[in-house]
Structure formats: structure tokens, C-alpha cells
Nanobody, 121 residues
């Protein structure tokens, strides 16, 4: 089955940068989109960025101009470059793969375990 492996989280000072990675393992025939969501303490899970395999990207309003999502089709991977980080960016970041087709399923969704990003001085 498909697994999403995340890496890159950690502690960073305000104004700093981090780069998150997410690779989807398994035999995958098709993906509709991959992206990142986050959930801070006491907050709802929100969209950070999503990369549709058609080439379109969407960003949450709070991260526009600071975060950038990219992809590597050969690795079924997405990356999130986070610049000018603020304390409000502190959250668990979850990788998501949407509309995944494998030998066993069609149009299934998968979530990573999450990686913690802490922005603090």
C-alpha cells in the first residue's frame, strides 16, 4: 500500500527557513494532487499548499509569498520551501496525496504521520 514519508521539520528562529519533503512509496499509476496541510495548537487543520498534477498550485492565504511548493514526478514527491517563518507557522505539517490510483485502489487519499515545525526564539 501507499505510504507518505515526511522529513525536514524541526526548530527554527523567526525569519528563518525550512524545507519539508514528502515522498509517496508504492506502485502508483496516477496521482491527482499532492500537498501540505497543517494544524496548530487549538486550531483547525488548514491548507498550506497543494500541487495538482495538471500543473496548478494553490496556497493558503496566510502563507502566500512566503512558502513555495514544488514536485518531482519521478519520485512521486513534493517539497515545501518555507521562508520568513513566523511563530504562527508553528504546527504539525501533514503531507497529503489525493486521487491516488494503484493496483488495488482508485482515487484513494493518503496522509503522512506529520512533522512538527516549531518557530521560536
Amino acid at each position: 500500500q501507499v505510504q507518505l514519508v515526511e522529513s525536514g521539520g524541526g526548530l527554527v528562529q523567526p525569519g528563518g527557513s525550512l524545507r519539508l519533503s514528502c515522498e509517496a512509496s508504492g506502485t502508483i499509476f496516477r496521482i491527482f494532487a499532492m500537498g501540505w496541510y497543517r494544524q496548530g495548537s487549538g486550531k483547525e487543520r488548514e491548507l498550506v499548499a497543494i500541487y495538482f498534477w495538471s500543473g496548478t498550485t494553490n496556497y493558503g492565504d496566510s502563507v502566500k509569498g512566503r512558502f513555495s511548493i514544488s514536485r518531482d514526478n519521478a519520485k512521486n514527491a513534493v517539497y515545501l520551501q518555507m521562508d520568513s517563518l513566523k511563530p504562527d507557522d508553528t504546527a504539525v505539517y501533514y503531507c497529503n496525496a489525493e486521487g491516488v490510483t494503484t493496483v488495488q485502489t482508485q482515487g484513494a487519499d493518503y496522509w503522512g504521520k506529520g512533522t512538527l515545525v516549531t518557530v521560536s526564539s
